[in-house]
């Protein structure tokens, strides 16, 4: 009997003892614990920025974890890993900006998030079993990979699973896929406002077999995410006559009055055709990184003009004539269709055996699907 007795009682320990141990992280100066395992619902309120050090991870409950994190209008930045992950988890997200961070950045089952913006992050910032995102803005979130129609770097929608986004900016999203990628299986349902601007190669690519209801209602206007702008105006034009750096969304003809400095990136969206007549003159760059990022079904023709230093990374359609291509370092990447007539090439550089001096081809790999 005792020994009955015993065994009852270490196995109420047992079955006790972890769920004590299993006690959420320490919170940070910010509201917000720096990384670690969250085994409770709870509610963060942001004080601050935060910088993350390590990822949070939801665990499964009965009933499933739900952990919500009010911003206050604050910034959380991550490093190099997942930032929120559960894959039997909720996470609601209010008024806060996630920046900065790399990899899978958002794996949840269940994503709520509003008045949010992901941004600078490089990998895939929202990857979930289902998502509601409302007020929400994407930008600047991008990949190292050149691939055509595979994962995005803002919303991924896989297999099985189903994403509504009411109120949405992606904005110069560039690599993989583009802005948003349905995978066969996958739903998105856009609703309200949405602005799809800037973004490479595509906005918003459907694999054969996923759906996309587009129910929106023209593009957003006013401030959309935590705090940011819809609309962006249209770049001016500057004194050599072509326009200031910015978002090209309108098909347009320039013609070169004199050199022109360009201190910037030119983002030319999908289904807009940009030519240049160069009069002789050039286009100049001390950028280390790209100038323009071409979109896929968009296209950048060139006329009797000289590039110093441009790098261009084209997905469309890229035609030089008459062209003399100068103190490119690491060349360009070109995915798309790209043709040179009359062209020279001097004094180009690669910093390293394997970077190009200046053009590098890469093999398109499109999937199926069809695109906006």
């Not at 189903?162 to 110069?172: E, P």
């Not at 098909?251 to 999908?270: H, M, P, R």
């Amino acid at each position: 009997m005792y020994r009955i007795i015993l065994v009852s009682l270490l196995l109420a320990f047992c079955a006790v003892s972890p769920a004590l141990a299993q006690t959420n992280p320490p919170v940070a100066a910010c509201g917000l614990p720096a990384e670690g395992n969250i085994f409770a619902s709870v509610t963060y309120t942001l004080s601050a920025d935060c910088v993350q050090t390590g990822r949070l991870a939801i665990a499964s409950g009965n009933p499933k974890n739900s952990v919500t994190v009010n911003g206050n209008g604050h910034t959380i930045t991550g490093g190099a890993f997942l930032l929120f992950f559960g894959n039997s988890a909720a996470l609601n997200l209010n008024n806060v900006t996630i920046a900065g961070a790399t990899g899978d950045v958002i794996q949840v089952e269940t994503l709520n998030a509003s008045n949010t913006t992901f941004t600078g992050i490089i990998g895939v910032a929202v990857s979930a079993q289902q998502s509601n995102l409302n007020n929400v803005l994407f930008s600047r979130n991008s990949s190292n990979s050149f691939q055509l129609g595979g994962n995005a770097v803002s919303l991924n929608v896989r297999n099985t699973t189903s994403h509504t986004l009411t109120n949405v900016v992606f904005r110069n999203n560039i690599g993989n896929g583009g802005a948003a990628v349905v995978h066969s299986g996958g739903t998105l349902t856009t609703n309200g406002c949405l602005t799809l601007s800037g973004n490479a190669p595509y906005d918003v690519y459907v694999i054969e077999g996923g759906t996309w209801t587009d129910n929106s209602t023209g593009p957003c206007s006013g401030t959309i995410g935590n705090g940011g702008q819809a609309a962006i105006p249209p770049p001016q034009l500057m004194a050599c006559g072509f326009p200031a750096p910015g978002n090209l969304d309108v098909s347009a003809t320039y013609t070169l009055t004199a050199d022109c400095d360009l201190n910037g990136v030119y983002y030319i969206s999908e289904d807009v055709s940009i030519n240049i007549g160069g009069n002789g003159r050039a286009l100049r760059s001390s950028r280390t990184n790209y100038s323009f990022y071409i979109s896929a079904t968009s296209s950048l023709r060139l006329e009797n003009i000289a590039l110093e230093g441009v790098r261009i990374l084209n997905y469309g359609d890229f035609k030089a004539e008459r062209i003399k291509i100068s103190a490119v370092v690491d060349g360009m990447a070109n995915v798309g269709e790209a043709r040179f007539t009359n062209a020279l090439f001097e004094g180009n550089r690669a910093n390293s055996p394997s970077s190009r001096s200046v053009a590098l081809a890469y093999k398109a790999c499109p999937v199926l699907g069809w695109h906006r």
